[in-house]
């Protein structure tokens, strides 16, 4: 799932006619804190490999789930 995404990331910032990529990611919340491993897991890992990509800004936007 990563590889593709990334793959598409590069093929955006190799456009000339692109400066900037900005990518949103979602982040579930949920209710108890053992749950929060198993619903970020690849977001997170998502967001801390674009952090180290030039002109790639990253957005995540929380979401909380209920119980």
Sequence with gaps: MIDPFLGYVDMLLNQK????????????VPAK???????NASGLTMKFILLFKPNVVVTNI??????
Excluded: C, S
């Design 17 to 28: 006619k692109v400066d900037l990529v900005t990518i949103v990611i979602p982040e579930f």
């Design 33 to 39: 804190l053992w749950h929060r491993i198993l619903h």
């Design 62 to 67: 929380r979401y909380h789930l209920d119980e």
